[in-house]
């Protein structure tokens, strides 16, 4: 439903039976109008009397049969008659990919999953500040910082698993891919556990979305045909700054301020040469995006300023990305003296 008009004080006759026509009633009653309901076409299914002229009708495609004399006869009387979805199925968790941050980059299905929402518990690296806009939905902060964790996990699932069985819709939003250090595999089976329909709707990666809002490529022709997504919450063993270090392509680490350190000290032990170029990309696609550019040798020190949410990026395409930042300047300056050439 896109609002154009103030509803506030309209009355509103939503149409449908109360399983379909429960989302379009709290849109509706989101947007301050005044909300009436009729459930069937032959008139049962209300509470006290219905508005004679209602500013709206809400007609909602639950699949009975009937329904259009009645929208007929309100279209006949001048009173406009908007088309809603029905709502899906109830009783069910989606966990949706809400991308690096930033609703542009929420897939179609994304949206539609939210819009059909009954409850969203959502993450603080999801989109959720334009989430009053998206659904209608109960929201509910489930959000996790380094070192705070607001709500534990066991109780994100069971708030999850007990909201589908109460017979909601449940959208468990997570920034970036929920299968991509979100844990999402341990959601999806303790809703399978709990016999609880679940399905999972992929997200933009902020491993590959926010090196690109920087500028860089995560692989680049005759650079790094290869790349490799490391959490960086936790410190890597020897063994695995050996497997790193020799891979070659690009290194993406996610979250990986707290273990930046012993990251760069362990690469390099591991073989990795200092001048490796390297790049801090805080807040992407978020207001205050930042890239700080500087070495395997000497990042400890250039990044000490640094904060999550962000990602590391460590290889010669970081080098292409400086390159390209060059070239796209200098057309600038060509931009501008042709310019003032042309206006002298």
Not at 38 to 46: I, R
Not at 47 to 68: K, N, S, T
Not at 124 to 132: G, M, N, S
Not at 311 to 320: C, F, K, T
């Amino acid at each position: 439903m896109q609002l154009s008009i103030d509803l506030t004080g309209r009355d509103v006759l939503v149409t449908g039976s109360d399983a379909a026509a429960r989302q379009a009633v709290r849109r509706y009653e989101a947007a301050g109008a005044v909300v009436y309901r009729l459930s069937t076409p032959q008139g049962a299914g209300h509470d006290g009397p219905l508005p004679e002229h209602p500013f709206l009708v809400a007609a909602v495609d639950d699949g009975q049969p009937g329904w259009e004399a009645l929208l007929g006869r309100c279209r006949e009387t001048g009173i406009p008659v908007a088309a809603e979805p029905a709502a899906g199925a109830a009783g069910h968790v989606t966990l949706v990919g809400g991308g690096p941050g930033t609703t542009e980059l929420l897939t179609v299905a994304a949206v539609k999953a939210l819009r059909d929402a009954d409850v969203v518990f959502y993450d603080r690296l999801a989109p959720y500040q334009e989430l009053p806009s998206l659904t209608s939905a109960e929201l509910v902060d489930v959000g996790k910082k380094p070192g705070h964790h607001k709500v534990s996990q066991s109780d994100i699932e069971k708030l999850m698993v007990e909201s589908a069985l109460a017979g909601n819709n449940v959208v468990r939003l997570k920034g970036g891919d929920p299968y991509v250090f979100g844990r999402g595999g341990e959601e999806v089976a303790a809703c399978v556990a709990a016999g609880v329909k679940v399905h999972v709707v992929s997200g933009v990666t902020s491993a590959i979305s926010v090196p690109a809002a920087a500028g860089i490529p995560v692989t680049h022709r005759e650079v790094s045909h290869m790349f490799t997504v490391v959490s960086g919450h936790a410190p890597l063993t020897d063994k695995e700054h050996m497997h790193l270090a020799g891979l070659g392509g690009t290194i993406v680490v996610l979250m990986g301020i707290g273990t930046l350190h012993q990251l760069a000290a362990g690469l390099r032990k591991a073989g990795m040469r200092p001048d490796m170029p390297m790049a801090v990309v805080e807040r992407g696609y978020r207001p205050g995006q930042r890239t700080t550019i500087a070495n395997l040798g000497t990042i400890a020190s250039a990044a000490a300023g640094c904060s999550n949410p962000a990602v590391l990026v460590i290889g010669e395409v970081v080098r292409v990305a400086e390159a390209n930042r060059g070239h796209a300047e200098a057309a600038a300056d060509l931009d501008r003296l042709a310019a003032s050439l042309l206006g002298s």
